[in-house]
């Protein structure tokens, strides 16, 4: 299979708005007019409820995940992989579904990552995200201790510049969708608080 094809299939299979879909179907309402307005699992769970986001963010994972796993798995080498990550996160971000308005694609990320990973960082970047979530509440900040998770597996386990071009791109994209979220400071919880006092 050529590279430009498994471009497409990487670009229109991340494109479709799993979250958004299964959002209305169950409950009849756009999840865009909620939370954050990000057309993401976090706010079909909010409007559909936690069985229903779930599914919403493994579908959201796969549709990134499979193309990617099975473009390494078919031959494709690193290098190409860059354009298929690349595909990737544009179809979520950009999708032609959502007008070129697409989703913030952490769940996207999440699947490339743990294509590339055969499924190693998944464990990384939870707990990375997990110690974040219990020392403070700023959401932005959670999600930059997954990046370091990312970052920690790429520099030891895997430290080869395709994988680290795959990262930058990666992380330069989501971070432009959370862009008005980067000047929130660190709220830590009351029990670090209260430690320090």
């Known amino acids: 299979m050529s590279l430009l094809l498994w471009i497409l299939i990487s670009f229109v299979s991340s494109s479709v708005p799993w979250s958004l879909i299964l959002g209305f179907v169950f409950s009849k309402s756009d999840i865009r007019t909620i939370g954050d307005k990000n057309p993401g699992g976090t706010n079909t769970i909010k409007l559909s409820g936690i069985k229903v986001g779930l599914i919403a963010i ?53 699947g490339i990552w743990l294509a590339i990973s055969s499924g190693v960082i998944g464990p990384l970047i939870c707990l990375m995200m997990a110690f974040s979530h219990l020392i403070q509440k700023t959401h932005i900040w959670t999600i930059l201790f997954g990046w370091i998770g990312i970052l920690i597996w790429v520099l030891i386990f895997s430290f080869e510049l395709e994988f680290i071009v795959i990262y930058l791109i990666n992380f330069i994209l989501v971070m ?22």
């Not at 990737?88 to 007008?99: E, Q, R, W």
């Not at 432009?176 to 006092?197: D, G, S, T």
């Open 176 to 197: 432009y969708k959370h862009r008005k979220e980067l000047n929130q400071k660190i709220i830590f919880r009351n029990w670090i608080n209260e430690r320090k006092a």
């Open 58 to 110: 493994l579908l959201d994972i796969s549709k990134s995940f499979f193309p990617v796993y099975f473009a390494i798995n078919y031959g494709m080498n690193s290098y190409e992989l860059i354009f298929i990550c690349l595909a990737a996160i544009s179809g979520s971000i950009f999708s032609p579904f959502l007008k070129f308005k697409g989703s913030k694609s952490l769940s996207v990320t999440c």
